[in-house]
């Protein structure tokens, strides 16, 4: 075992020993603040996602698997001031590969959201995020490490204008900066909505929104020798409701008619239905199901393509065994509609099935211990965009 492994697991048991251990109660800041350290580990059998039809020495490597150890460290402030609210979290991140260390990486994610009112009929929130993080290999299937940031700003509002009328309204602007230089989906976003809604005494509601999206690309993209501009133009109109079934069920869904348009590449362009749709189950106090089914237009997800719709259908169970001990499962299924390809210069699909399970043992309050496995596997018309993969994971964290 490598002086990497004796480190990362000894810092997980040293956790694991903690947990174990009675420890005080720390109140920082009046109970405001909590700091917390965490450490993963987690085995991937297929890290590149790559084919079975293909060997790891198409990636430089002698194996497909690998383990990595990552490291966090951050704090969680959330501080209610009257009618108001301010929250504010970051988590310092470094991960490890045993094998493949040119995959050795440090990033973060940061929140801050104020949850403001103006008066009990008048709420709404303005959140910052941002997040560095290593993207997944599953879009690019290559050995090149790619590190994105993606930063997120947003406004929501709400106004109950009388007892039976809701009026909404959202904006956000955000961009995405990919660190492999051969990206072209570096990305800059705005959106705005708004919407009205009629809401019953058992608080269901139906309601019509509508929104527009303007987005493009930081640079242009060259294709065929022509410089060419990503930018494009979204709008959608639909309805939007709630609908509380019984005490125990809960039905929360949007239908609209979307129309996404490109300046230049307009084989990409879509015109017809989106939809997301939630059936929330809690036949007892400890177990929860959701259901979720959806049809949209997903952001940019790889440096192959700038268009992907998608269509998914997930179930997520969640069941509280006991105060200490939680277990949650998903399964998932999606197809990945891409368009307009220009490195390609085809349209493909992928077609994603999974499933997984975690338990969760938290034997006082700021302490858990977490196993996870997580199954997936991949069809695709492109050659060689099929995989199959599965993850093992345990993680320790602490809170003061």
Avoid at 101 to 116: E, Q, Y
Avoid at 179 to 195: H, K, P, Q, V
Avoid at 263 to 272: A, H, I, L, V, W
């Amino acid at each position: 075992m490598s002086r990497l492994e004796i480190g990362a697991f000894g810092k997980f048991y040293l956790f694991a020993a903690l947990a174990a251990a009675p420890l005080p109660s720390w109140a920082l800041f009046s109970d405001h603040l909590e700091v917390f350290v965490q450490e993963n580990v987690t085995h991937d059998n297929n890290v590149f996602r790559l084919s079975d039809n293909v060997g790891p020495e198409t990636v430089g490597a002698t194996q497909k698997g690998d383990v990595i150890f990552t490291t966090g460290v951050g704090f969680l402030f959330d501080l209610p001031v009257s009618l108001q609210r301010f929250q504010l979290g970051y988590t310092w991140v470094d991960s490890r590969y045993r094998e493949f260390r040119d995959l050795d990486h440090r990033g973060h994610a940061a929140r801050a959201s104020w949850l403001w009112a103006v008066t009990p009929r008048v709420t709404g929130d303005a959140t910052y995020q941002e997040e560095s993080t290593l993207a997944s290999f599953a879009n690019i299937q290559d050995r090149r490490p790619d590190l994105v940031t993606a930063r997120l700003a947003e406004v929501n509002a709400a106004w109950m204008m009388t007892p039976s009328w809701r009026l909404h309204g959202r904006a956000n602007g955000g961009m995405a900066e990919h660190s492999d230089t051969t990206s072209f989906e570096n990305l800059r976003s705005a959106s705005a909505e708004t919407g009205l809604s009629y809401v019953t005494a058992q608080e269901n509601r139906i309601g019509v929104a509508v929104r527009a999206e303007k987005g493009r690309s930081h640079d242009e993209q060259l294709v065929e020798g022509i410089l060419t501009d990503n930018a494009y133009s979204q709008w959608g109109a639909g309805i939007q409701g709630r609908w509380v079934v019984t005490g125990h069920s809960r039905f929360d869904g949007r239908l609209d008619y979307t129309r996404r348009t490109y300046e230049d590449f307009t084989q990409r362009n879509y015109s017809g239905p989106t939809f997301t749709a939630t059936y929330t189950w809690t036949p007892t106090g400890k177990i929860t199901v959701a259901t979720t089914a959806q049809r949209d237009v997903a952001p940019l997800q790889d440096i192959n393509t700038n268009f992907v719709l998608v269509t998914s259908l997930a179930v997520r169970p969640d069941w509280a065994i006991s105060d200490k001990l939680t277990l949650r499962g998903n399964l998932q299924y999606a197809k990945w509609d891409y368009r307009g390809d220009p490195a390609l210069g085809q349209d493909y699909e992928h077609r994603v099935t999974g499933g997984g399970v975690a338990l969760m043992y938290r034997p006082w309050e700021r302490v858990a211990i977490t196993g996870a496995y997580q199954h997936e596997r991949r069809s695709s018309t492109l050659l060689n965009g099929d995989y199959r993969v599965d993850v093992f994971s345990i993680e320790g964290r602490i809170g003061f």
